[in-house]
């Protein structure tokens, strides 16, 4: 270690001179944690703006300070339960999933979360590159779900969109095995939505994540079953090819953020390739526009089906199901988070992790009526006010088909693409068993 360098406080900045005779500002809002050295040192951690072709990258940097000013106490960090080695120490996992978003994890991983992991004294952690979609979910069968059936504690740091995290989740809940200990999950988004990211917080700051890595703790991860009908089928390679759903014939899969279907599932699907990827989060923008506005002129298309809704009603919790009059729809989503993307806050009542499942429907209207409720969603959630859309609390929503066309009969689960056969159907219920945390 280097000699501690002596600071000053300018306004909201940290002044020192560097070892090379160099003076240099560190903005409050850039510094991510400052953590005790043996006395009187401390050390801080901050984030360096970098350029590189027109883009904005952040690294990790330190600095050795000798006493620390007033204006830094409250960055002083413990190093967390679920990082730190004592006692029973976790098992401490980083993925990369190299296919997220337009594919900066590697980057934020070797620029950021590898110097933060050295700086905390943690260097012995096991690292995974996705090497296919398939890698997180082979990781989770041959490492995440052994240690916890076997009571290993266990932290996983997933650079990854939600996808990584559904993956994991699918395969703890198709498990027949008692969970022992449940692993916990750090996010550090990487992807183009971020939903649960978005949804708990994790948005801000020059690396959202980082800060809930080393200051949260552990909350259950609510989930919801999707149980489909016996002919559907997953859609894969960029909607060209079909795939068994599961297994077991149960024809389930498992969600924690949104199922859906109509115009949401619809432009996740068109959406969901490679040039569209290119695009961040824009992609889905620009798939609702062509949706709103078919190439041929027509209006946008009245997706249809019968709806049914269970809610609990009652300090009994008695349940009781509730048929949507209409049989046709554009948008008709359940949620269990208040965002899909950062500013798209699609349930402002939700409370992440709470628990709660919302349901979010309108029916047919023109483009610009679409577009209108859509800006509403950007504006703070206020389209859950308009007359012409249904926005309440349910235990369970089941859909029955009625299209002749697969592409109307296509159902978003996380992410994932499922379609229905000809008169099927799909029943999304709350899981009662909490077999994640997520650190928040």
Not at 11 to 18: E, P, Q
Not at 175 to 187: D, F, H, Q, T
Not at 330 to 355: N, Q
Request: net charge negative; with cysteine.
């Amino acid at each position: 270690m280097s000699d501690p360098l002596a600071v000053d406080i300018a306004g909201s900045s940290l002044k020192y001179t560097s070892h090379a005779g160099v003076e240099c500002l560190i903005d409050f809002s850039d510094i991510l944690c400052v953590l005790s050295n043996p006395a009187p040192t401390y050390s801080v951690l901050f984030f360096q703006k970098t350029e590189l072709d027109g883009s904005e990258d952040f690294s990790l940097k330190k600095i050795d300070i000798k006493s620390l000013p007033a204006a830094l106490s409250p960055l002083v960090t413990k190093i967390p339960s679920h990082l730190r080695y004592e006692d029973e120490p976790p098992v401490v996992q980083v993925v990369v999933s190299t296919g997220s978003g337009i594919g900066k994890a590697k980057t934020v991983f070797q620029d950021v979360v590898r110097p933060l992991l050295k700086y905390i004294g943690l260097e012995s952690y096991e690292l995974y590159e996705t090497e296919s979609p398939q890698t997180i979910i082979e990781l989770a069968q041959s490492k995440f779900l052994e240690r916890a059936h076997s009571g290993v504690p266990q932290t996983i740091i997933l650079l990854s969109g939600d996808g990584g995290l559904i993956d994991i989740l699918e395969v703890f809940y198709r498990s027949k095995k008692a969970i022992g200990v449940s692993p916990n999950i750090v996010l550090i988004p990487c992807g183009t939505g971020n939903a649960m990211a978005s949804s708990i917080g994790l948005r801000s700051g020059p690396v959202p994540g980082l800060s809930t890595l080393l200051r949260g703790s552990p909350s259950p991860v609510p989930v919801f079953a999707a149980r489909f009908s016996p002919g559907s089928r997953l859609v894969i390679d960029e909607g060209r090819q079909r795939a068994d759903i599961d297994t077991d014939a149960h024809h389930t899969l498992y969600g924690a953020v949104v199922a859906s279907w109509g115009l949401h599932a619809a432009l996740v699907a068109d959406s969901d390739t490679f040039e569209y990827r290119k695009f961040g989060s824009d992609r889905f923008k620009m798939a609702a526009n062509e949706l709103l506005h078919p190439s041929d002129g027509t209006p946008p298309h009245k997706f249809k089906g019968k709806i049914t809704l269970t809610a609990s009603s009652g300090p009994d919790e008695a349940r009781c199901q509730e048929t949507v009059d209409a049989l046709e729809h554009m948008y008709a989503l359940a949620t269990l988070v208040p965002r899909l993307e950062k500013e798209f806050l699609i349930s402002p009542e939700s409370v992440p992790l709470d628990g709660k499942m919302r349901f979010i429907r309108f029916g047919p209207m023109s483009a610009e009526e679409a577009m209108h409720l859509m800006t509403l969603a950007y504006q703070g959630g206020r389209h859950v006010i308009e007359d012409t859309v249904t926005y309440v609390d349910i235990e369970a929503v089941r859909i029955d088909f009625q299209e002749d066309e697969e592409k109307w009969r296509r159902v978003c689960i996380d992410g994932k693409i499922v379609a229905v056969e000809r008169d099927g159907w799909v029943e999304i219920c709350k899981e009662p068993s909490r077999l994640l945390n997520l650190i928040n």
